[in-house]
């Protein structure tokens, strides 16, 4: 092979090489961007909506860097101790293939419990205050240039109005494809629900979605937190799957980071190519946005 051609080579493989090198780095120390594909988290987070996770803020463990689930050592090294009431994004402990968000409820020695839709940690129920509506809308993409009309409610694009006036409470909108909406029947729906202000032991405030206080994980037994674990719960309480069943609880070592900040989001209503649709698919005021 020419010279040339062997520096040309040579400077691509560099160039990739040392590419690569820099972002698993970064990825693994500084911060990690995640998307968020389901509605657990609403009303904090919205399906679409992109994050990025501080890796230094709880300290690394081998699921901070890549090959994490080679099990190569167990522990934690310049580790800090997350609060109650973080975001927090982890390791699934039943399936090392997904990392899930969720709020952390519950640190070791904790008893958490779910009596009647009120959330009680070590036996006093958590206060929960400020009740008004939420609108959660899922619809068919079939939908996007008719719109969405019912009583006095329509929705057309990111935005909800009612009586052509916009909506005076919180929402979300979403579309998923036809096909998905008509395999799974009843998950494609405008669903009315109540959000609330919960203030935390600690004091933390953070807004919650119910839409019952009846529902599968609104009466649940009681769960004390053993000794290097910690327990999670989704802020869309009906509808996440989280440490009161198919998660259990969270070893210290699956946690990955803290969530910051939202960098970008949209509807999936239309395809990031389609820039006439942009109006309608991102969601300008959610851009910058912090966690809390």
């Known amino acids: 092979m020419p010279a040339k051609n062997k520096n040309v080579a040579r400077e691509w493989f560099n160039t990739i090489f040392y590419g690569a090198l820099i972002a698993i780095v970064f990825r693994s120390f500084l911060l990690e961007p995640f998307n968020i594909p389901s509605g657990s988290m609403i009303p904090s987070l919205h399906v679409g909506d992109h994050i990025f996770v501080t890796k230094w803020s709880y300290g690394y463990s081998r699921y901070s860097f890549p090959f994490g689930s080679w099990k190569m050592w167990n522990g934690r090294f310049w580790a800090t101790e997350p609060e109650v009431g973080d975001v927090v994004v982890f390791r699934n402990p039943i399936n090392e293939s997904q990392d899930y968000v969720k709020r952390l409820i519950g640190k070791p020695g904790d008893k958490i419990q779910m009596i009647n839709g009120r ?70 729906d405008v669903f009315h629900g109540t959000e609330y202000t919960e203030t935390l032991p600690n004091g933390v405030k953070h807004s919650i979605v119910e839409f019952a206080d009846d529902a599968y994980f609104d009466n649940t037994e009681a769960f004390v937190v053993p000794d290097n674990h910690f327990f999670f719960m989704g802020d869309n309480r009906d509808n996440s799957g989280d440490s009161r069943g198919e998660v259990g609880f969270v070893p210290r070592d699956n946690v990955l980071g803290k969530v910051w900040f939202i960098w970008y989001s949209h509807n999936y209503y239309a395809p990031m190519l389609a820039i006439w649709s942009w109006g309608n698919k991102m969601r300008w005021n959610r851009f910058g946005m912090g966690v809390n």
């Not at 899922?138 to 996007?144: E, G, H, I, T």
């Not at 719109?147 to 109005?161: A, F, L, Q, R, V």
């Not at 579309?175 to 998950?187: A, L, Q, R, S, W």
Request: proline share 9%; aromatic share 14%.
């Open 119 to 188: 959330l009680h940690i070590n036996g006093q129920q958590v206060q929960r205050d400020n009740p008004q509506p939420y609108v959660w809308a899922v619809l068919p993409k079939s939908m996007r240039g008719v719109g969405y009309y019912k009583d006095n409610m329509s929705i057309k694009g990111n935005k909800i109005w009612v009586d052509n006036e916009p909506a005076p409470y919180n929402y979300t909108v979403e579309y998923k494809p036809d096909n998905f909406c008509n395999m799974y029947v009843g998950v494609c």
